[in-house]
């Protein structure tokens, strides 16, 4: 058994993805101060690059290269995510049961989200590509730097990037089913299970925080810009995936009013 900070400091700065892997049981020992790095450890092949490699189309996904390329892009988003969960666990102070409850659910779902990245990787492998052969932006990363508060971590990571994957996960299982690859959108069936259960635990904590405040004014003012909740809008949002993770009608139907015109809601959903 290792501290929490080493287990989450491994997983944070180690370069190689075996570290990003990294499991073991955590000793929750008291919270050392840790300041977050301006990139997390990353060898050369799996860096971050300006380079940008276009998403392909839905109607391209039959198309071993475009299916290689998008599941590198959801594979990218994966450890990014379990590179911000790792960040979590260091920067937020823990000082009670409570906060040590919170972090403990990080980790749960740090968990599965290694569990995608290797699953999308596998599968990249098997479509003759490996991870790291195609640009990796830093886009989520860069948010990290805002989020001051566990209350803005749920907000951003669970309440808004998590829950658009719901549509995306939703989205891409059935174009790849469409087309008669039951592999890839088993994957994006099982992240789909999990990112509901991310959601709601984010859904939970803001409840619990929120004091007097509705979930939806507590989720806006624990949101920063420039993100808004447009972002938690995945390619044929489905309302009812989002209500059961979220489980607050109120906060659905202001979810389901919201348009500030974010153009990636704005495209097709069409097969």
């Given at each position: 058994m290792i501290s929490y900070r080493e287990f989450a400091e491994t997983i944070l700065m180690g370069e190689d993805l075996s570290e990003k892997y990294f499991d073991t049981p955590i000793e929750w020992s008291g919270f050392q101060d840790f300041s977050l790095p301006k990139l997390p450890g990353r060898k050369e092949s799996i860096a971050f690059t300006e380079l940008r490699e276009?998403?392909?189309k839905a109607s391209r996904l039959n198309e071993n290269d475009k299916k290689a390329i998008a599941l590198h892009s959801f594979a990218n988003h994966e450890l990014l995510a379990i590179e911000m969960m790792a960040a979590a666990v260091l920067i937020y102070p823990h000082k009670n049961d409570e906060d040590i409850r919170?972090?403990?659910?990080?980790?749960?779902?740090?968990?599965?989200?290694q569990k995608h990245l290797k699953l999308y990787i596998g599968r990249i492998n098997e479509l003759g590509y490996a991870f790291g052969d195609f640009p990796l932006n830093?886009?989520?990363?860069?948010q990290m730097e805002n989020l001051k508060t566990p209350s803005q971590y749920a907000a951003m990571m669970a309440l808004t990037f998590e829950a658009a994957n719901l549509d995306f996960a939703q989205y891409y299982a059935s174009v790849f089913r469409n087309f008669g690859d039951t592999k890839s959108a088993d994957i994006m069936d099982?992240?789909?299970?999990?990112?509901i259960s991310h959601v709601a635990f984010g859904s939970h904590w803001l409840k619990r925080w929120r004091g007097d405040k509705k979930l939806w004014d507590y989720y806006l003012s624990s949101l920063p810009a420039p993100i808004?909740?447009?972002r938690s809008k995945g390619i044929a949002f489905d309302p009812a995936i989002h209500s059961k993770a979220i489980g607050d009608d109120e906060f659905m139907e202001c979810l389901m009013k919201y348009d500030d015109n974010f153009k990636i809601t704005k495209r097709s959903a069409s097969l």
């Open positions: 276009p998403f392909p919170f972090k403990k659910g990080i980790v749960t779902a740090l968990k599965d989200e830093d886009f989520f990363w860069r099982i992240v789909l299970e999990d990112e808004t909740p447009s």
